[in-house]
């Protein structure tokens, strides 16, 4: 699992009431995803809300795989999950899109 996988996990409701499975981008770098049994990811969602901290994701951000429709990256969607709940890969963002991810969680942390 590397930095700007686009994965299948089943990512938690908010409140823990359950999860579903959703994509998810893989943020955290390639030297912890190697040593770290987890790996840090951000939400997507194919939900139209666009927030402060919700970027667009369509085909053109994509270096492998296809996306079934235009999607959000809900950057405020952080979590740390064991490797062994991915489900599968079923992409690769490009480096302008991971650097836009990066430049929302600095906002987001600062």
Known sequence: MKQRDLILL???????????????IIISNDEYNRESVDILVVGVTSQGVKGEYSLALTQKDLEA???????????????????RMCIKKIGTINKEKHKEIKESLQNLLR
């Open 10 to 24: 089943p990512f938690p409701f908010t409140d823990f009431s359950g999860r579903k499975v959703r994509p998810a």
């Open 65 to 83: 795989g296809t996306l079934i429709a235009n999607c959000y990256i809900k950057v405020e969607n952080l979590l740390k999950i064991d490797k």
